[in-house]
C-alpha cells in the first residue's frame, strides 16, 4: 500500500498509532529471478509487486553535496577473466567477470594532503550544485504525499571511498589533519547546499550511507565518531532539524552495537538494516533505546532458506506487540538471498501479514525503502 510522507514519518517518530509497515527494503540478489521463474512464479511475483508491500514515495531534494566532477572513467585493460579501470573517484578498481557485480579498488585517490588537495575542488561548494529544476519537481511531489530526500557523503564511508579502509582508519592517529579537512569540506558543501534547497523546500528526511562494520563491529569506535563524525553530522543536522526535518536515517550493515549511542547523540533518529547474523537484534535494541531510536528491516534474511518453522518463530520474536508500537519498519535486513524457495518467500509474507494484522491481499505495489 502507499503511504503518503506525514503517515511514514508520524510511525518513525512514535507520533501515532500508525498501522505497521511491511517492507522489501532492497529487492532481490542478481540471479533469485531465475531461480524463482524456475519455480513458476508470477510476473508480479518476479518484480515483487505482487506481495502487496508498504511503500512511501520517495523524491530526491535537488541537491548534489558529495563528487562533482571528478575524472573520465577509462579502461586500462580488459581480458577474458577480468577488467582494469579508473573510476569517476580516481580509484584503479579491478572487475572479476562472472564472479563480482562490484570492481574491488586496488588503489586511491587520496594518500596524503597534497593528493587530497589535488582533488578537493571536487568536494566544495559550487552553486550548480543545486538543480532548481529538481526542488520544484520535488515541491510538487510532496504535496501529492512523496518524501523529499536530502543525501550527504558518510563521515566514515567518504575517507573510506578516497583511501581504502585500512587507511582511513590509519589516518584518525597518523593524520587527524588530513581527516578533519575531508570532513570539514564535505560538511561545509552539504550545509550549503541544503541550506539553500530549505529555504524552498521543505525536507523531511536526511540520509547518510556508511557501511563502516562487519560481523565483528564496527571499523570506528565511539571516540573516533565523536571527534570525528559527531561535528560533521551535526552541521547539517542542526540546521535540518531547525527548519522542520524530521527523520536522519542511516544505512551500515554490519554490528554496529558499539557506537550506538554515539550516532544517537550524532543526531540519528533510523539505523538500518540491523543485520541479526552480525548481531543486531531489533527487539534487544528497543528494549535498550526505546522510543530514541527507531528501524527499518531487522528480520533474518537467512531463515528464509531454512523451514517455516524457522521462519515463523524469526517473524513471531521479531512482529511481538512491543515492536508494533510505531517506530519499525519491518523488512529483511538485506536483499533476498538466492536459495531462496519461492514458496519460502510467500510464506513468509503472509505469515507477516497476518501477525501485524495487515490485509492478505493488499494492494499491488513496491518500492526499494532503503533510504
Known amino acids: ?128 550544485r543545486i538543480n532548481w529544476d529538481q526542488v520544484m519537481k520535488a515541491k510538487k511531489a510532496q504535496q501529492e504525499g512523496a518524501m523529499v530526500l536530502a543525501s550527504m557523503p558518510g563521515g566514515f564511508d567518504l575517507p573510506r571511498q578516497l583511501m581504502g579502509e585500512e587507511n582511513a582508519c590509519l589516518c584518525y592517529y597518523d593524520d587527524p589533519e588530513l581527516m578533519h579537512d575531508i570532513l570539514a569540506t564535505a560538511g561545509d558543501t552539504a550545509l550549503a547546499v541544503l541550506d539553500r534547497i530549505s529555504e524552498k523546500l521543505q525536507i523531511d528526511n ?48 554490519g554490528n554496529m552495537n558499539a557506537v550506538t549511542d554515539a550516532f544517537l547523540d550524532c543526531g540519528v533518529t533510523i539505523m538500518y538494516p540491523a543485520e541479526p547474523a552480525a548481531g543486531m537484534d531489533i527487539v534487544a535494541l528497543r528494549k535498550k533505546y526505546g522510543h530514541r531510536l527507531a528501524f527499518k528491516g531487522g528480520i533474518d534474511k537467512h531463515v528464509l532458506r531454512q523451514d517455516k518453522a524457522a521462519i515463523e518463530r524469526e517473524l513471531r520474536y521479531k512482529l511481538q506487540p512491543l515492536m508494533q508500537e510505531g517506530g519499525v519498519v519491518f523488512g529483511l535486513d538485506h536483499r533476498i538471498p538466492n536459495g531462496t524457495p519461492l514458496e519460502n518467500y510467500r510464506f513468509y509474507v503472509q505469515t507477516a501479514k497476518e501477525l501485524l494484522g495487515l490485509p492478505r491481499n493488499g494492494e499491488p505495489g513496491w518500492q526499494r525503502m532503503a533510504f
Open 206 to 253: 536526511l540520509a547518510v550511507h556508511e557501511d563502516m562494520a562487519g560481523k565483528s563491529g564496527p571499523l570506528a569506535g565511539p571516540n573516533q565518531v565523536n571527534e570525528y563524525i559527531r561535528p560533521y553530522y551535526r552541521k547539517v543536522w542542526d540546521m535540518l532539524q531547525a527548519k522542520g526535518t524530521r527523520l536522519f536515517s542511516q544505512d551500515s550493515d
Open 1 to 128: 500500500m502507499r503511504w503518503r510522507r506525514e503517515e511514514y514519518m508520524d510511525l518513525m517518530t512514535f507520533a501515532n498509532g500508525a498501522r505497521p509497515m511491511l517492507v522489501e527494503l532492497f529487492g532481490p540478489l542478481v540471479g533469485l529471478e531465475a531461480e524463482w521463474l524456475a519455480q513458476g512464479a508470477t510476473a508480479g511475483e518476479l518484480d515483487l509487486t505482487a506481495f502487496g508491500f508498504d511503500y512511501v514515495p520517495v523524491i530526491s531534494c535537488g541537491g548534489n553535496t558529495g563528487l562533482m566532477g571528478g575524472i573520465q572513467p577509462h579502461l586500462i585493460e580488459e581480458t577474458a577473466e577480468y577488467v582494469i579501470a579508473v573510476d569517476e573517484l580516481g580509484r584503479k578498481t579491478k572487475l572479476c567477470k562472472g564472479r563480482a557485480t562490484i570492481a574491488l579498488p586496488l588503489a586511491y585517490p587520496v594518500t596524503d594532503m597534497d593528493s587530497w588537495l589535488k582533488i578537493k575542488p571536487w568536494y566544495t561548494f559550487r552553486e550548480d
